[in-house]
């Protein structure tokens, strides 16, 4: 079972076949939001449905925590940076294709537990609130960011934080792809860290989402990612793809 999930799945199949580098993020970013997407919106909506906290974790920080509205823009990079960021930092070569595989498994085993956990433990992030009453303050920009959020996101996502996880993910294969370019790789590395702090300043998360986002990323990384990368050196690449 554990060498299954170390070495390249068969699902990658298609986009293997891909002859350029575009069309080859684009299948596998498909098969990515197939599985992941929908694994997320049901749980989440099952648990706001539930209505169900087994348990609370805030503290008296996370309502120290000041509301800043305009750090959404910082939130929402996950969609329209990490998630993007293999088309930018990806080298175009066979062995880079094959990283960018296990980035996509990684992902798919990081939402299952999350969202596993979401079920076992759900949490309301009541904290919520205090950007809610805070609406007629808010500049008209900053609003209708935080109500489409709100829209499709209910507080039922709470420890740990698939943003500061699956961010967290893109931006450590997008630094090992920027191996000799160390502005780039600083770069993305404090983004993540600003964008991590935005789930507090935002007041869609708790510290303690925060926190076991960062240990189950750590975690992930130990036990799954870099052996998966240890074989990948270790094996010639026609192996690999077959």
Not at 152 to 173: E, I, Q, R
């Amino acid at each position: 079972m554990r060498d299954r999930i170390l070495n390249i799945w068969s699902i990658w199949k298609f986009p293997l076949a891909r002859e350029t580098r575009i069309g080859f993020l684009l299948a596998m970013a498909v098969i990515d939001i197939v599985i992941v997407a929908p694994l997320y919106l049901i749980t989440n909506h099952l648990m706001a449905w539930r209505g169900v906290t087994i348990f609370d974790p805030t503290t008296s920080m996370d309502f120290s925590i000041p509301f800043i509205a305009w750090t959404v823009i910082i939130y929402q990079s996950l969609f329209y940076f990490f998630y993007p960021l293999p088309l930018f930092s990806m080298p175009d070569t066979k062995k880079a294709r094959h990283e960018a595989l296990l980035l996509s498994q990684a992902l798919i085993v990081l939402a299952f537990i999350s969202n596993l956990w979401f079920i076992i433990c759900p949490g309301e992030v009541h904290i919520r609130s205090q950007a809610k009453d805070a609406v007629d303050t808010m500049h008209p920009i900053f609003l209708s960011m935080f109500e489409s959020l709100w829209f499709m996101d209910s507080p039922y996502n709470s420890w740990p934080s698939l943003h500061v996880s699956t961010a967290g993910l893109f931006t450590l294969f997008a630094i090992r792809w920027w191996k000799h370019q160390p502005i780039k790789q600083w770069a993305v590395a404090i983004w993540w860290i600003l964008m991590s702090l935005s789930i507090l300043t935002t007041k869609q998360h708790f510290i303690l989402d925060l926190v076991t986002a960062i240990i189950l990323l750590a975690a992930l990384w130990r036990w799954q990612v870099q052996p998966s990368l240890d074989r990948l050196e270790a094996q010639p690449m026609e192996e690999v793809s077959s």
